[in-house]
């Protein structure tokens, strides 16, 4: 079963910025869509954007411009840059493949956003 191992977060003040990495054990990423993905306290979890395999990205309109997903498929690693960060962004960040049916969810990375 793939385990996706994501890292990078922390504590950061606002206008600050952060790398996240994603990692998968068993699996290659480098020929699906990856997506990040965040979940805040009391909130459900939501889509931050994609990257497709030959690196065509979307990002929701809440990131568009601060956030960018980049791949290295020889690395079989997946970032999201984080710019300009607010504190709305303060959740748990996770990476998954949506193809491979969601079925499993690493332990995600806290990004804290706080004066």
């Known amino acids: 079963q793939v385990q996706f191992v994501e890292s990078g977060g922390g504590l950061v003040t606002p206008g600050g910025s952060l790398r996240l990495s994603c990692a998968a054990s068993?699996?290659?990423?480098?020929?699906?869509?990856v997506g990040w993905y965040r979940q805040a306290p009391g909130l459900e979890r939501e889509l931050v954007g994609t990257?497709?395999?030959?690196?065509?990205?979307y990002y929701v309109d809440s990131v568009k411009g601060r956030f960018t997903i980049s791949r290295d498929n020889v690395k079989n690693v997946v970032y999201l840059q984080m710019n300009s960060l607010k504190p709305e962004d303060t959740a748990v960040y996770f990476c998954?493949?949506?193809?491979?049916?969601?079925?499993?969810w690493g332990q995600g990375t806290q990004v804290i956003v706080s004066s």
């Open positions: 998954n493949v949506p193809s491979w049916g969601f079925s499993s």
């Open positions: 068993g699996r290659r990423l480098g020929l699906y869509v």
């Open positions: 990257i497709t395999s030959v690196g065509s990205t």
